[in-house]
């Protein structure tokens, strides 16, 4: 199963993609890519969104040329099924983030009852600052009965009856008026995700607009519901990210040291493993078992929630997930949820590497679980660095391939609060850099990768040609692994940014591609857009600002894509999303729904354009605010 050249420099841009796609193909593996190959072509009905399972007298598919079956057996048309199948990719995206967010508050929760030992409550400050716009006052209290009333308070937000969401207090006025006038204040963030389900069974909201109204909603349950908490929490418990150095890419493995990678979303197992590295008694062990260290690596949001507060080195993103196995150097492998393949045990097994499966929701062919609760975590978290170490000796000499590249430099860490304190204490640096245009604007690039698109190739073609541009780009995500490997995280990256962009970014030794963190941690760009908004007493869409998700695949990230539009960003989406079956939701989600958010969406495959669509949006913004 030998792959030729081109086909591998068709797959990715990086070198250790290329590396080891060759090294997985010698040992017969079969990864995403030959998989999606399998797979081609894929279903037409389903790529268009015009395929409906949605009950059993189905399943139904519209022809889209016209010929064929105009409706479902229900008598859904083409508009109805794609709003439909477009508002459970939302509702499953928001609901995989708020599950994550309702985990941590049961950690949050648990900390304060004493019951979770090893955790502790790192950022008393955010503690308090959160506590305070949930109506909780401090006096009086300690930090562990403040965080038992906090979670409760948050736990009440996922079913909350009332009218609106609490961190809707962080919206500008004007923004929040738009969403009264629409009907989309989201209340309930369970009750959001809830109501998409009904909605979308046969027979229930059978119009497309108001199916879709509600999915922004849902969406925007996420957004300042489900990720905030998550994001919120994850800062209370394990800090608020400061900027650190790291490395990325393949190279992080080492050939010498016990290799544990952590990979998935939750940061509530992973810092329990941090903790455990660094337990005198199993760096003993390993010294015993001839190795140099314990080495911890992270892949995908896992990876990014301890790069932005522990500087964790990063093993790589979504595509690189079954590749970093092929090393032979993993040691052990331990997953939380989302974002994990299936295929990840099976392939484990063509090595020595252990495999382990952590939450009670999420179990995986192929792997041994071990389910983390609060009350136990510690232990178990020592007792599975002890099986790393054990089965260092264990590694197979001829499946080793010691990655010959050297890992990137890269910088994260870059928290609003991070940002802020590196203007020197207010946002008014920047806002005034933006005025003077030294900074044009600032993109969210964010998102995963997807084999339909060649890896990173989407993510660091579109960053380049903004920063060339000055425009600032804030990441998160796979996307944000993507710069990093670049090499575009570092401050001596601002050589590669326009003049202006080149000269802020060198007076405030950053890099002009800012890691502010995991998927859920989109919120943080949108609570710097807000707070942004705000300061200038205007709407989050009347700035320069634009986001895009060049090379998604997840329904998280149509939950993100929605939410950012409906914040009033305008967002361009790399891979398209199953809309085009319906001309009437294209021209509404792409035109018509400009003139009620002030923001739409555009898909646009091609990096190189959808550059061109920013720069020119960003363009049209600063000519609106008069600058
Ligand atoms: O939440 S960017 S592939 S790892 S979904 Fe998944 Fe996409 Fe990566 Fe993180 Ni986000
Ligand atoms: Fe077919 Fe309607 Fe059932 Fe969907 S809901 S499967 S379109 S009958």
């Known amino acids: 199963m030998l792959l030729r050249k081109d086909d591998i420099q068709a797959r990715t841009i990086t070198e250790d993609g290329r590396i080891f796609l060759e090294k997985a193909a010698r ?13 081609r072509p894929q279903c037409g009905f389903c790529e268009l969104g015009l395929s409906c399972r949605n009950c059993s007298m189905g399943p139904c598919r519209i022809d889209p040329f016209g010929e064929g079956p105009q409706r479902g057996v229900c008598g859904a048309d083409a508009d ?71 979670a409760h308070a948050m736990e009440e937000e996922f079913g909350t009856r009332k009218k609106a969401l609490t961190f809707l207090n962080r919206v500008p006025e004007k923004r929040r008026a738009v969403w009264e006038k629409l009907g989309i204040t989201p209340r309930g963030i369970d009750r959001e995700t809830s109501e998409m389900m009904h909605r979308t069974h046969m027979g229930v909201d059978n119009d497309w607009q108001s199916l879709l109204l509600h999915g922004l909603r849902n969406a925007l349950s996420d957004g300042w519901g489900g990720s905030l908490i998550a994001t919120e929490v994850s800062d209370i418990l394990f800090g608020i990210p400061q900027p650190v150095s790291s490395e990325v890419n393949l190279g992080v493995l080492k050939h010498d040291q016990v290799n544990i990678i952590l990979h998935g979303h939750n940061p509530i197992v992973s810092e329990m493993i941090f903790e455990a590295a660094q337990d005198p008694e199993l760096l003993a062990l390993a010294s015993h078992k001839g190795a140099a260290g314990i080495n911890l690596a992270g892949l995908c949001c896992t990876g990014n929630e301890l790069l932005m507060r522990r500087g964790i080195p990063m093993a790589g993103n979504h595509l690189m997930t079954e590749l970093a196995l092929s090393t032979g150097l993993v040691d052990m492998m331990l997953v939380d949820y989302q974002c994990i393949m299936p295929a990840l045990g099976e392939i484990a097994t063509c090595y020595h590497t252990l495999m382990v499966s952590t939450s009670d929701k999420a179990k995986y062919p192929h792997m041994v679980h071990h389910e983390f609760h609060p009350e136990t975590a510690q232990q178990k978290a020592r007792e599975l660095v002890r099986q790393a170490v054990e089965n260092f000796t264990r590694r197979i000499p001829a499946k080793i391939l010691t990655p010959p590249n050297a890992p990137t430099k890269m910088m994260a860490g870059f928290s609003v609060e991070a940002i802020v304190a ?7 640096p920047l806002i005034d850099a933006i005025k003077s245009g030294a900074v044009q604007g600032a993109v969210g690039v964010v998102g995963c990768n997807n084999p339909k698109i060649r890896h990173d190739y989407g993510h660091v073609t579109l960053t380049q040609r903004l920063i060339q541009n000055d425009i600032l780009v804030v990441d998160t995500g796979c996307a944000a692994v993507a710069h990093a490997k670049a090499g575009l995280k570092v401050p001596e990256a601002a050589g590669q940014a326009g003049p202006g962009l080149q000269k802020v970014c060198t007076a405030l030794g950053i890099p002009p591609v800012l890691h502010m963190g995991s998927c859920v941690d989109n919120v943080r760009i949108l609570d710097l857009a807000a707070a942004l908004a705000k300061t200038l007493g205007t709407d989050i869409s009347d700035l320069p600002l634009a986001a895009a998700a060049p090379e998604w695949y997840s329904e998280k990230a149509v939950s993100i894509a929605c939410y950012a539009v409906a914040s009033g960003v305008f967002t361009v989406l790399g891979t398209p999303p199953p809309i085009f079956g319906s001309p009437k939701i294209v021209k509404l989600l792409t035109e018509d729904i400009h003139g009620l958010l002030g923001a739409s969406f555009a898909v646009e495959p091609d990096p190189e354009k959808a550059a061109t669509l920013i720069v020119e949006h960003i363009r049209r913004k600063r000519k609106a605010l008069g600058l």
């Open 27 to 39: 040992d017969g593996l079969e990864t995403v890519w030959d998989r999606y190959e399998a797979q």
């Open 80 to 150: 109805i099924i794609v709003a439909r199948n477009l508002g459970r990719m939302i509702a499953a995206g928001s609901a995989s983030h708020s599950d994550h967010g309702r985990d941590l508050v049961e950690v949050l929760r648990k900390v304060g009852e004493g019951r979770a030992p090893g955790y502790a409550i790192r950022s008393p400050e955010k503690l308090k600052k959160v506590a305070a716009e949930f109506g909780i006052s401090p006096d009086g209290k300690t930090p562990e009965a403040l965080a038992v009333e906090l």
């Open 422 to 428: 590196a203007l020197g204490g207010s946002a008014t």
